[in-house]
């Protein structure tokens, strides 16, 4: 019993899941405390559901990261998580764009507020990164270190994508399911009429960049970490 305790537990800190626990819980209670001090859960309570469904792809990783620890050979066991994983994956760093609902609302101070949204957005990128970085490590050891890179490219790129079509076109992870040629409709006349949609190209390059700087820099801090000293 104590050896799979602790295989958990290694697992579980495998997959950095202590500190983002942490850090959603304090996001959580940072919430809990505008709702003390505004006597209110109207405001903002959009960001308790958008970090339930950042939780989503996290998830997913951690699904296909047991399934290759337990069938290291079976690759095509993750392919049901890992496509779960993909489509909501835009959900974990889609937190940044509730800084557009900023702005003074007493009797909370902005400086509450502003520190309440990093935080939510915080645990967003902390979220996306440490998922995307153990897809990529599934890939890795299946397809190589080249593949492993595109994959992460590609999925960066397809978090900036996703994060408009959420944030402005009001599309959802599930509507690729119930809604799949809309979608792709939506995404092929932008690119068709491109200077009709300067925005879409400008909001997807921007985050998308913004991500991949990110997601850099989370990986380089994490191979300091397990560099020996």
């Given at each position: 019993?104590?050896?799979?305790?602790?295989?958990?537990?290694?697992?579980?800190?495998?997959?950095?899941?202590y500190?983002?626990?942490?850090?959603?819980?304090?996001?959580?209670?940072?919430?809990?405390?505008?709702?003390?001090?505004?006597?209110?859960?109207?405001?903002?309570?959009?960001?308790?559901?958008?970090?339930?469904?950042?939780?989503?792809?996290?998830i997913?990783?951690m699904?296909?990261?047991?399934?290759?620890?337990?069938?290291p050979r079976?690759?095509?066991?993750?392919?049901?998580?890992?496509?779960?994983?993909?489509a909501?994956?835009?959900?974990?760093p889609?937190?940044?764009?509730?800084f557009?609902?900023?702005?003074?609302?007493?009797?909370?101070?902005?400086?509450?507020?502003?520190?309440l949204?990093?935080?939510?957005?915080?645990?967003g990128l902390?979220?996306?990164?440490?998922?995307?970085?153990?897809?990529?490590?599934?890939?890795?050891?299946?397809?190589?270190?080249?593949?492993?890179?595109?994959?992460?490219?590609?999925?960066l790129?397809?978090?900036?994508?996703?994060?408009?079509?959420?944030?402005?076109?009001?599309?959802?992870?599930?509507?690729?399911?119930?809604q799949?040629?809309?979608?792709?409709?939506?995404?092929?006349?932008?690119f068709?009429h491109?200077?009709?949609?300067?925005?879409?190209?400008?909001?997807?390059?921007?985050?998308?960049?913004?991500?991949?700087?990110?997601?850099?820099?989370?990986?380089?801090?994490?191979?300091v970490?397990?560099?020996?000293?």
């Amino acid at each position: 019993m104590f050896d799979f305790t602790l295989r958990i537990h290694r697992f579980l800190a495998g997959q950095l899941f202590y500190p983002i626990l942490m850090s959603s819980v304090l996001a959580a209670g940072i919430f809990v405390g505008r709702v003390f001090l505004s006597d209110t859960s109207i405001i903002y309570r959009n960001l308790v559901w958008n970090l339930f469904l950042a939780w989503i792809p996290y998830i997913f990783s951690m699904v296909a990261a047991g399934f290759h620890h337990l069938f290291p050979r079976q690759w095509w066991l993750l392919a049901l998580p890992g496509s779960a994983w993909l489509a909501f994956f835009p959900n974990a760093p889609y937190l940044l764009t509730d800084f557009l609902h900023l702005t003074e609302r007493p009797p909370v101070p902005m400086w509450y507020d502003i520190g309440l949204l990093a935080t939510f957005s915080w645990t967003g990128l902390f979220l996306a990164s440490a998922s995307l970085r153990t897809m990529q490590e599934l890939v890795k050891a299946h397809l190589g270190w080249l593949v492993s890179w595109l994959f992460a490219a590609m999925a960066l790129g397809l978090g900036g994508l996703g994060i408009y079509l959420g944030r402005f076109s009001r599309w959802n992870s599930w509507d690729l399911l119930n809604q799949p040629k809309e979608i792709l409709k939506d995404v092929a006349y932008r690119f068709v009429h491109p200077f009709s949609n300067l925005t879409f190209f400008g909001f997807t390059l921007m985050f998308s960049a913004f991500l991949l700087i990110c997601y850099l820099t989370y990986i380089s801090v994490h191979r300091v970490t397990e560099s020996p000293s």
